[in-house]
């Protein structure tokens, strides 16, 4: 399984406060992706990068932007937080092993956001 | 487009098997992935199918046909510890990239 670690797991913050919630791999894996998650609800990709210098928007609007100057880090910023920002954020990379192709995406811990 | 569909809920007993059902819609299918996911964690990866058949690792298989855009996910021997979200995800052809897709996922309930 692909190392992949999220820091802060949890973080309560106030409305207007700049955040950013670090991902970081340690698979040297080329891709990787940011996930909201609302409780019981269905995972939405918000963005992804294929390697160093790429990012694209996700299947979902967000308002977070990411950054990838290196390949083992992806870190998501909200400029401006707001309480419509409460979410679960995943992370998760993938990349070739095993079978060729298949590419598994495996996940970070998650970062649990509450803003007031 | 792509849309993959799978029941909301199912409940089971301990020591059961329990099959979950996944139906998909996808241009340039590329493999189905299944997922487990306890509540407020994050989803860890159970199964990968690229050709159809079954694949078994332990007390879970998944089954795919591609020609049917379906699979399953068994669980045999059900444990209470089983109770958890299992999502079902395909990876296919969109916009030049391959993107994989979640489905809603389906809360499975385990029971004594």
């Known amino acids: 399984e692909a190392d992949i670690y999220q820091t802060p797991r949890y973080l309560v913050i106030g409305t207007g406060k700049k955040i950013t919630l670090e991902c970081s791999q340690t698979?040297?894996?080329?891709?990787m992706y940011w996930y909201q998650q609302d409780p019981g609800m269905e995972l939405h990709l918000i963005h992804y990068?294929?390697?160093?210098?790429?990012?694209e928007k996700g299947d979902l609007s967000s308002e977070s932007t990411v950054s990838r100057i290196r390949t083992e880090h992806f870190p998501l910023t909200l400029e401006s937080a707001r309480p419509s920002h409460t979410s679960q954020y995943l992370c998760?990379?993938?990349?070739?092993?095993?079978?060729?192709?298949?590419?598994?995406?495996?996940f970070g811990p998650g970062t649990r956001l509450l803003v007031l | 487009g792509q849309n993959i569909d799978q029941p909301t809920e199912m409940t089971a007993t301990e020591g059961a098997i329990v099959q979950i059902n996944c139906t998909y819609q996808t241009s340039g299918f590329n493999g189905l992935f299944w997922y487990q996911q306890h509540a407020g964690e994050a989803p860890t990866f159970l199964s990968y199918n690229v050709l159809d058949g079954l694949e078994e690792k332990g007390r879970f298989s998944s089954f795919l046909s591609r020609s049917k855009g379906y699979s399953y996910l068994l669980l045999k021997e059900l444990q209470m510890k089983d109770s958890a979200s299992y999502l079902c995800?395909?990876?296919?052809?969109?916009?030049?990239?391959?993107?994989?897709?979640f489905g809603a996922g389906t809360r499975l309930a385990v029971h004594p």
């Open positions: 998760a990379s993938s990349g070739t092993s095993g079978r060729v192709y298949q590419e598994t995406q495996y």
């Open positions: 698979m040297g894996h080329d891709k």
């Open positions: 990068s294929y390697g160093v210098n790429s990012t």
């Open positions: 995800a395909v990876r296919g052809r969109y916009g030049g990239y391959n993107k994989l897709i």
